[in-house]
């Protein structure tokens, strides 16, 4: 499969948003000619329920990219049978057991809360003195 640029681009001579025009050409292309290889094959439909935000989001975000929803999804799904399963790791947000004991002793009432703060001076601050008011009752 050849890629082909649009532009030559020395990097030790332009800017950072330069840079990342560049390297956004070059997957705009690398996906393009993935998806002109996809065109030449049969295709079929598949009808998705999204949540119309989601969806606007998701063609927004595309769209810098030079592709619409339709060209994403297949890259997607090219890239799923590629790596064999979903191509980015999948996990819930499980709090571990300290911050669960926490949140916990908060809602009782046991553990005291800092804030709201306008600075990070000011929560350092009182941070700060409860260390001390802590430590001279341990003494």
């Given at each position: 499969?050849?890629?082909?640029?649009?532009?030559?681009?020395?990097?030790?001579?332009?800017?950072?948003?330069?840079?990342?025009?560049?390297?956004?050409?070059?997957?705009h292309n690398?996906?393009?000619?993935?998806?002109?290889?996809?065109?030449?094959?049969?295709?079929?439909?598949?009808?998705?329920?999204?949540?119309?935000?989601?969806?606007?989001?998701a063609e927004?975000?595309?769209?810098?990219?030079?592709?619409?929803?339709?060209?994403?999804?297949?890259?997607?799904?090219?890239?799923?049978?590629?790596?064999?399963?979903?191509?980015?790791?999948?996990?819930?947000?499980?709090?571990?057991?300290?911050?669960?004991?926490?949140?916990?002793?908060?809602?009782?009432?046991?553990?005291?809360?800092?804030?709201?703060?306008?600075?990070?001076?000011?929560?350092?601050?009182?941070?700060?003195?409860?260390?001390?008011?802590?430590?001279?009752?341990?003494?």
């Amino acid at each position: 499969m050849n890629y082909i640029l649009r532009k030559r681009v020395h990097v030790s001579a332009i800017e950072t948003s330069q840079i990342f025009a560049f390297f956004i050409d070059i997957v705009h292309n690398i996906y393009y000619n993935i998806y002109k290889e996809m065109i030449n094959v049969k295709t079929s439909n598949y009808n998705v329920r999204l949540n119309p935000e989601i969806k606007a989001e998701a063609e927004k975000t595309f769209a810098a990219f030079g592709m619409n929803l339709s060209e994403a999804i297949n890259i997607f799904l090219h890239k799923s049978i590629m790596e064999h399963g979903l191509p980015f790791d999948v996990r819930t947000r499980v709090p571990n057991a300290e911050t669960i004991a926490l949140i916990e002793s908060i809602e009782h009432g046991t553990e005291r809360l800092y804030g709201p703060f306008s600075s990070i001076e000011e929560m350092n601050s009182a941070l700060d003195a409860e260390d001390i008011a802590e430590d001279s009752l341990n003494a």
